[in-house]
């Protein structure tokens, strides 16, 4: 799992060029910004991603922080799509696919 960084410090980039921050990297930094063990900041991390799920799970699933964003869930449509290998015309299901916006304060420091 790879949470993208807001940091003044760069991290690795990837093969693609962007630069991320993995789930211990987060969770280091958490702990030494919250002054707490990395344990604790590994199990409060666990239970955002926990409760965000089911929250997002419920029938009109949406999660509002203040300033950070906002997670929703949104129903995608049954469609036709083409295989790109074949250029064969197949059937895509229906799904419920998960959006965020992102907050004022978010944009402004991004």
Do not use: H, W
Not at 2 to 24: H, I, L, N
Not at 99 to 104: E, L, M, P, R
């Amino acid at each position: 799992m790879r949470f993208f960084c807001v940091a003044t410090t760069p991290f690795p980039p990837s093969k693609k060029g962007e630069f991320y921050m993995t789930k211990e990297e987060l969770v280091n930094a958490m702990a030494s910004d919250a002054k707490i063990t990395k344990a604790a900041a590994a199990a409060a991390l666990d239970s955002f991603t926990k409760n965000v799920t089911k929250a997002l799970k419920s029938k009109d699933g949406k999660i509002v922080l203040v300033g950070f964003g906002t997670f929703s869930k949104a129903r995608r449509a049954a469609r036709k799509g083409r295989n790109p290998q074949t250029g064969a015309e197949i059937k895509i299901k229906a799904c419920n696919v998960v959006k965020f916006k992102a907050g004022k304060k978010l944009k402004e420091a991004v």
